[in-house]
């Protein structure tokens, strides 16, 4: 796996969601993104395209084609007039590990076999553009460093404007900031203690801040010690400036401010709903991100969904599983300041509830399409419309195959909205975190050149 280079599938982005210049038709105000980038050439480029150099020196293009409205995909183009993705210069695919307003955090490995070598990553912003005089933005920012390691699902990157006392600091003048976070566990110290490092671009340093959980937050059922591992971050900053939810979505979310001047304070601990399956073992080998998802809507309120697969083992192939059904029920939360438990359960829904609903055929399938209740899916995605209403579910008739699709349900209204072919799948192993929402398409763009 670790000598893996780009797929071959990556070399062919989709045809959908170029149209992004300005004077085009309505731009979405939110899109699902594929979180994998594609490799395109110079045609590609369009009112988007920013530019910047790795530490080897090589041009880096990076191009958004963010134009379609989900449930179809979007996704990033990425071009080097120096480096070939067909032969051994890149490690993998650029990653989008983060994403913000107008902001994506961009991963970057060259060389092949380099696949997990973290210290050999270029990380990127790329920042669109705010008004029609300002250009977007590829700036490369500094490396972490060689002991300071965090996995994709630990970071975030936040916009933010500061204090008017603090905008003379050095560096950088510009009063558009942004700062990039990661949550880990301090893997030298006892359990229960983390470390949030913190990259500020307007210092264009990292700093860290250490916590001991294990000392103010109790202990989770069947441990001695807290353990959190991070799998989202979310932005809490319409109720706070600089707050921001770091989600373990098998457990909880630890709310903390980033922006605090010296340290920020003792992160507070909400707990997510109970399972759906009561009594059901969470295991932290398996993603939760398959099965569960977190995010604030346009009204500010935070929405949980939960998915339950009811599935048996195939007889003959023990690689294989066999969907009998599944049930999904959404939560919000619109006071995270309230002792009590914030969670209100807003709607649940089994897939025989709604399974007449099903389209007759699936875009680009010419095989019976199965019942919804055969259907494997998985990889809920929460709407980023108001309350959250619409998942977003990804979908196979077996997860091992390389054709798929997204599957709209309204929660609320119980309708199943039109499936869109996921043009992503062949880079996809089984049904798993694979595109993210973000509001960068809702960014004006310059009149082309």
Known sequence: MAQMGVMDASLCPPFHGRSVDKGTRRRPRWVLLDKLAYFAGADVRNATTATSKTREGHEIQVTLCTAAQPPLVSYVC????TLNPKTNDFAMEPQIIAAHD?????????????????????????QASIADDIPPSLTRITHPGPMITFTN??????????EPQDINEPLISNKQ????????????????????HLYHSHTQQWTAAHF?????????LGLSYFHHRTTNVINLTHQSPGLMAFVDLWQGLLLINVLDKVQPAAPRYIPLPPPLKQGKVISGRVDPTDVRDIAVDAKGHINFVELEVDAIQHESDR?????????VAKWSCSNTESDDCCWHMDCKLNASDISHLMPPELPNYCHPTPTLERLHIGHPLLSLDNNGDVVYFMAKVDHRDYKAWVIPFD??????????????APRTLGIGSTFIQTTISNYPQPAPG
């Open 177 to 196: 900031r942004y700062i990039v976070t990661a949550l880990s566990v301090n893997r030298f110290r006892p359990p229960g203690e983390y470390e949030l």
């Open 102 to 126: 107008d902001l994506l955090l961009i991963r970057l490995i060259l060389g092949r076999g380099n696949r997990f070598t973290v210290s050999l990553a270029d990380y990127f912003v790329y």
């Open 319 to 327: 690689t294989g599983y066999i969907s009998q059904g599944w049930t």
């Open 153 to 162: 699902h630990e970071v975030s990157i936040l916009h933010y404007i500061p």
């Open 78 to 81: 990425v071009h080097s007039p």
């Open 212 to 220: 001991d959980l294990g000392a103010t937050v109790p202990p989770l």
């Open 411 to 424: 929660m609320r209204k119980r309708l199943i909205h039109e499936p869109a072919v996921f043009e992503g």
